[in-house]
């Protein structure tokens, strides 16, 4: 997919016309803590690469029914962007509640690991954890995103991003967490190469946003997501 991470390049140096800086609580992930994507999944074989050549493309575009709330209090992040993720499947319990399923603490919540056990016991769904350890994403990190979005949000599933630092969205607003936070992916555009954002935090409007898939990539470096 070399083609659409040249396509994308501009929108990390798009020139930042107005500046969003938040708050919320979150751990990083520690070394080991979640596993890469050569941990999560078998290398495939042939019948799994004839599975995956049969296998239905993705559309082009596509954004999922979920409920909107915003988070509670400042370290309720993690929370939040869980419960806006199992609204999609018709999942509308409190974030208290899931803030206990979380292990969530003043301190926040520890990693994604955390959000894809959680998404896994309240929905069913077959989540899986995918870190990006590195200071920045690789181009195959960014196409790996791009490809998980796609496929998540085509089975119905949410994607759950832990994010540090900042970055400017498709509207050039750049948003800015420094202690971590986390969001959730409700959509995606160009068979994932944007994807829209419900923020628990957004200061604004019903809190969403669009991102490019390499910005966000980035946005997720030594943390991760859960898809």
């Known amino acids: 997919m070399s083609s659409s991470i040249?396509?994308?390049?501009?929108?990390l140096t798009r020139t930042t016309t107005r500046?969003?800086?938040?708050t919320c609580a979150?751990?990083?992930?520690?070394a080991g803590a979640i596993a890469g994507p050569a941990a999560a999944q078998a290398a495939p074989g042939n019948s799994a690469h004839k599975a995956a050549s049969n296998a239905k493309k993705p559309a082009k575009d596509k954004?999922?029914?979920?409920?909107?709330?915003?988070?509670?209090?400042?370290y309720?992040?993690?929370?939040?962007?869980?419960?806006?993720?199992a609204s999609a499947n018709g999942h509308t319990m409190s974030q208290d509640?899931?803030?206990?399923?979380?292990?969530?603490?003043?301190?926040?919540?520890?990693?994604a690991e955390d959000t894809t056990r959680v998404m896994r016991d309240i929905t069913g769904k077959d989540y899986r954890t995918t870190s990006i350890p590195g200071p920045e994403a690789t181009p195959a990190q960014m196409d790996q995103l791009q490809a998980d979005v796609a496929n998540a949000i085509e089975n119905d599933k949410a994607v759950i991003a832990n994010v540090r630092g900042g970055t400017t969205d498709a509207n050039g607003i750049y948003r800015s967490y420094p202690g971590g936070h986390y969001v959730t992916v409700v959509g995606y555009e160009d068979e994932g190469r944007m994807v829209k954002i419900a923020d628990p935090a957004a200061p604004s409007g019903d809190g969403t946003y669009w991102v490019s898939t390499i910005n966000l990539a980035n946005w997720m470096a030594e943390r991760g997501y859960s898809s």
């Open 6 to 11: 040249t396509r994308w390049l501009p929108a």
């Open 19 to 22: 500046r969003t800086m938040l």
């Open 26 to 30: 979150g751990i990083a992930i520690t």
């Open 63 to 74: 954004e999922l029914r979920y409920q909107y709330k915003s988070q509670e209090n400042y």
């Open 76 to 85: 309720y992040c993690g929370p939040a962007a869980t419960r806006i993720a």
């Open 97 to 111: 509640e899931v803030a206990r399923k979380l292990g969530t603490t003043t301190a926040g919540t520890n990693s």
